[in-house]
T-cell receptor
Framework: AQSVTQLDSQVPVFEEAPVELRCNYS??????LFWYVQYPNQGLQLLLK??????LVKGINGFEAEFNKSQTSFHLRKPSVHISDTAEYFC???????????FGTGTSLTVIP | GAVVSQHPSWVICKSGTSVKIECRSL??????MFWYRQFPKQSLMLMAT?????????EQGVEKDKFLINHASLTLSTLTVTSAHPEDSSFYIC?????????????FGPGTRLTVL
């Protein structure tokens, strides 16, 4: 079975500072990895995904993530955050094409002016 | 990109009534749809998976007689909360995957906020 751990439930960061949101997973098989953002009272929006190939994945809104197979991690980074990045961020894994997604517990990112 | 809509976006109902939530794939054929429930400040919990034309597969602990799921067409799935009670109040999100969209990905609807009084 797969599981996803987001180590930080809340991350406050000042505007224009860099940020890293951590995600670790456990799986005995190859997985696909995703990061989603959720604004209040809205659904999930895909930020980026790793399926195969280059381990550094670039997504929307200036976010990127690096897949590290040896450390089973998929941390999300942004070099300079904006107020508008304040939201809930979820890491998710799936075992193969479109199969069940396993979500982490989420990280609440708060950007401080 | 693939778009999934949900209707209604929010609903308030009295205890004991039934509520139907629709999930539609607007520009692709959703062979599989997923229904999630999200409590405040918590992650998404998968309730059930439905394949078009088949009975839904429910996750352990989810009452199939209470949460009726129908996936009768490639663009529409419905979740009916029967005899709703205040503890059913939650944010319900559907997602879909299928042909005409990136098959590796699930596309999420905007969610439906259910409040049972």
């Amino acid at each position: 079975a797969q599981s996803v751990t987001q180590l930080d439930s809340q991350v406050p960061v000042f505007e224009e500072a860099p940020v890293e949101l951590r995600c670790n997973y456990s799986s005995s098989v190859s997985v696909y990895l995703f990061w989603y953002v959720q604004y209040p009272n809205q659904g999930l929006q895909l930020l980026l995904k790793y399926l195969s190939g280059s381990t550094l994945v670039k997504g929307i809104n200036g976010f990127e993530a690096e897949f590290n197979k040896s450390q089973t991690s998929f941390h999300l980074r942004k070099p300079s955050v904006h107020i508008s990045d304040t939201a809930e961020y979820f890491c998710a894994v799936s075992r193969n094409t479109g199969n069940q997604f396993y979500f982490g517990t989420g990280t609440s990112l708060t950007v401080i002016p | 990109g693939a778009v999934v809509s949900q209707h209604p976006s929010w609903v308030i109902c009295k205890s004991g009534t039934s509520v139907k939530i629709e999930c539609r794939s607007l520009d692709f054929q959703a062979t599989t749809m997923f229904w999630y429930r999200q409590f405040p400040k918590q992650s998404l919990m998968l309730m059930a998976t439905s394949n078009e034309g088949s009975k839904a597969t429910y996750e352990q602990g989810v009452e199939k007689d209470k949460f009726l799921i129908n996936h009768a067409s490639l663009t529409l799935s419905t979740l009916t909360v029967t005899s709703a009670h205040p503890e059913d109040s939650s944010f319900y999100i559907c997602s879909a995957r299928g042909w005409g969209a990136d098959y590796n990905e699930q596309f999420f609807g905007p969610g439906t906020r259910l409040t049972v009084l």
